[in-house]
């Protein structure tokens, strides 16, 4: 069974930094790109970044570019996205989500995991 | 940057009824990397349709997928209770790898 266990998110203040982990079971982890997708409250998804199986290519939206890292350990099977200078703007569900296709970032999200809510307020 | 635009923003629709919703792309896309998404609330999205016309996994034949260049539709033939959530378009084609508004089918 494929899961995806998201951790990390919480309450912070504004300008605060929060990683997030997310877990991954049941694929093999290093032939697939890992995505994060957020949803702000009531509100549609929104791509924020990716990363490929390898972990050498890296994407950002541009609202996070210089202030969100994505990565992943390939031997923990688990991608993080390290979330610095945050603002309210970013408050919401985050998702991890995996490529539907081995081997390439350019593919739809296959398996998603519940997501982990983030709050930024004072 | 690809933009992608869905209407409706909401359709309220009976069971039984069939349904088309529609995605348009600032840019011609290739049919490869334009990917549909069904959400209910308190869940993640789940893979619907991938490579414009593709069924994921566990969806029915009701559902369908077509369209190409910047015009792109999502159709259920015939709605079932189970079918009313939001749908959203997306391009994976490159970064940023965007998505659409979403259209929202509520049980009118």
């Known amino acids: 069974e494929v899961q995806l266990l998201e951790s990390g998110g919480g309450l912070v203040q504004p300008g605060g930094s929060l990683r997030l982990s997310c877990a991954v079971s049941?694929?093999?982890?290093?032939?697939?790109?890992m995505s994060w997708v957020r949803q702000a409250p009531g509100k549609g998804l929104e791509w924020v970044s990716t990363?490929?199986?390898?972990?050498?290519?890296?994407y950002y939206t541009d609202s996070v570019k210089g202030r969100f890292t994505i990565s992943r350990d390939n031997s923990k099977s688990t991608v993080y996205l390290q979330m610095n200078s945050l603002r309210a703007e970013d408050t919401a569900v985050y998702y991890c989500?995996?490529?539907?296709?081995?081997?390439?970032?350019?593919?739809?999200?296959?398996?998603w995991g519940q997501g982990t809510l983030v709050t930024v307020s004072s | 940057e690809i933009v992608l635009t869905q209407s409706p923003g909401t359709l309220s629709l009976s069971p039984g009824e069939r349904v088309t919703l529609s995605c348009r792309a600032s840019q011609s896309v290739s049919t490869s990397y334009l990917a549909w998404y069904q959400q209910k609330p308190g869940q993640p999205p789940r893979l619907l349709i991938y490579d414009a016309s593709s069924r994921a996994t566990g969806f029915p034949d009701r559902f369908s997928g077509s369209g190409s260049g910047t015009d792109f539709t999502l159709t259920i033939s015939r709605l079932e209770p189970e079918d009313f959530a939001v749908y959203y378009c997306?391009?994976?084609?490159?970064?940023?790898?965007?998505f659409g508004g979403g259209t929202r089918v509520e049980i009118k």
């Open positions: 990363i490929s199986s390898s972990g050498s290519d890296t």
């Open positions: 049941g694929f093999t982890f290093t032939r697939y790109a």
């Open positions: 997306q391009y994976c084609g490159g970064s940023p790898f965007t």
């Open positions: 989500a995996s490529g539907f296709r081995p081997m390439t970032s350019l593919s739809s999200l296959e398996y």
